[in-house]
């Protein structure tokens, strides 16, 4: 277990990830002033015209779709 636990905490990116996490779900703030508001219209973006032209489908393909 120590060797689990040692391994993980040496990455970077875990580390990283651990205080990302704890910041964000401890540091007081409406969602808007953490920037958490902007992924909660996932709905509004599907249907956006410029996020659509750069991420869909070529046209051949999505008809297959």
């Not at 910041?23 to 509004?44: C, F, H, M």
């Amino acid at each position: 277990f120590d060797f689990a636990v040692n391994g993980l905490l040496s990455l970077h990116m875990v580390v990283a990830f651990l205080v990302a996490f704890i910041l964000d779900n401890t540091v007081p703030g409406s969602k808007q002033e953490r920037g958490v508001y902007i992924w909660s219209r996932a709905s509004e973006v599907a249907n956006d015209p410029n996020f659509v032209s750069e991420y869909a489908l070529p046209s051949k393909i999505a008809r297959c779709f």
